[in-house]
């Protein structure tokens, strides 16, 4: 088959923070200006609005979405006297960071099954539970909320601490009125190609919890409440003030790129129409903000060199599950069917706020005209 330049990369970063110009260039001149470049008023203001945005109390800007969820972790470890080697229930599908961050807060992650909306199970969560569990950590995977209700009823029966994941879910909601980051501590990423992406790295710990929130703060800054007072062996893992200027200028239009995103996803979803090819959550594109828009095909190999010759960039997320990452395989064993069989067959689309309509069109039509036994 005939190879052809791409015309539709996966994600196209250049196109995607040009919509944003002048405003992140003059957001730029103006720290460097300032002169001030950690731990300023553009941190500040954005730990105020992005509090806010998502419905919490209280942010603390951190490095990196891994940051983000270790500090969480460590800090509620602190605080609740949680012992090295107590367990933390995540899903089996998932970026590896999700686990990293269990292992680096010294706690043993155990893996649960996830449902066919690509989200930690439930049912699956509580039967993992032991007298050592302390924790679920909910990944709001793709871009949606997982069911959280059923989630907290049983952290409560259980008494268990619930660390949400929320890297590929800004600006998403939980339910009616109640957006994901409301929960009792939520991780963000700010990593470039997020929904809501950085210039660079970039994490943010919510919550509304005020103890939990000042200590991720000092365990963040070398464990230090004042300046050379070191209380506790911490971390060096701070949001900088170009990362928070240039997110202050992208969250209020946050809610516009996510609903422009889900406008893609319902082409997707009415338009693809082959025998091999399941589009995610029934075709429903209200309840996701479709950081990602997965795909489910037997014949995914074949799939991605039909898209890709016809010049459309498709990425995998992800093809291992935690389980089958060699980091981890010794680590928490298993069988987690769902998750094996949605890192077999996932394809993820491109989508972004700059994609148009008719690239979305052509991708779909594309896809209908894959013939999998050629
Ligand atoms: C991106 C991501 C992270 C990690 O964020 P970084 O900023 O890259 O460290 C964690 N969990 C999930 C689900 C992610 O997609």
Redesign the pocket.
């Known amino acids: 088959m005939p190879q052809t330049v791409p015309t539709i990369p996966f994600l196209d970063l250049q196109r995607v923070n040009a919509a944003y110009e002048p405003m992140l260039s003059d957001a730029i001149a103006r720290t460097v200006a300032s002169g001030w470049y950690l731990n300023g008023a553009e941190l500040a203001r954005f730990e105020r609005e992005f509090a806010a945005f998502v419905g919490a109390e209280y942010c603390v800007g951190v490095g990196?979405?891994?940051?983000?969820?270790t500090l969480a972790l460590l800090a509620l470890k602190q605080l609740r006297k949680w012992e090295d080697g107590d367990e933390v229930i995540l899903p089996a599908m998932?970026?590896v960071?999700?686990a990293e961050?269990v292992v680096r807060a010294g706690l043993h992650p155990i893996l649960c099954d996830i449902t066919p909306d690509f989200l930690i199970n439930p049912a699956a969560a509580e039967q993992a539970i032991t007298p050592r569990t302390r924790a679920i950590i909910p990944?709001?995977?793709y871009g949606k909320a997982c069911d959280m209700q059923a989630l907290r009823t049983i952290a409560e029966r259980h008494g268990l601490a619930l660390v949400e994941?929320a890297?590929?879910a800004h600006g998403a909601w939980e339910s009616k009125g109640c957006r994901v980051g409301s929960g009792e501590v939520v991780?963000f990423?700010?990593?470039p190609g997020?929904n809501l992406g950085a210039l660079g790295?970039?994490?943010a710990v919510v919550t509304r919890h005020a103890d939990l929130a000042r200590h991720i703060r000092t365990l963040a800054n070398y464990g230090a409440e004042q300046k050379y007072e070191h209380r506790f062996h911490g971390m060096n893992s701070r949001l900088d003030e170009v990362q928070a200027a240039a997110l202050r200028v992208k969250l209020p239009h946050l809610d516009a790129d996510n609903a422009r995103r889900q406008t893609l996803a319902a082409i997707y979803s009415r338009e693809i129409k082959h025998p091999a090819v399941r589009i995610p959550y029934g075709g429903a594109t209200d309840s996701s903000v479709f950081?990602i828009y997965p795909v489910l095909c037997k014949h995914r190999a074949a799939l991605q060199q039909h898209l890709s010759a016809h010049g459309v960039q498709t990425l995998v997320?992800y093809p291992h599950p935690i389980h089958r990452q060699g980091a981890f395989a010794g680590l928490c064993p298993g069988s987690f069917p769902v998750a094996e069989q949605v890192a077999a067959e996932c394809l993820s689309l491109p989508i972004s706020p700059v994609q148009t309509a008719e690239e979305t069109h052509t991708i779909a039509t594309l896809i209908n005209q894959f013939d999998y036994d050629a």
């Not at 990196?64 to 969820?69: Q, S, V």
């Open positions: 990196n979405g891994l940051d983000a969820l998932t970026f960071a999700t961050a990944v709001h995977l994941d890297a590929q991780a990423s700010f990593y997020k790295d970039g994490g950081h997320h």
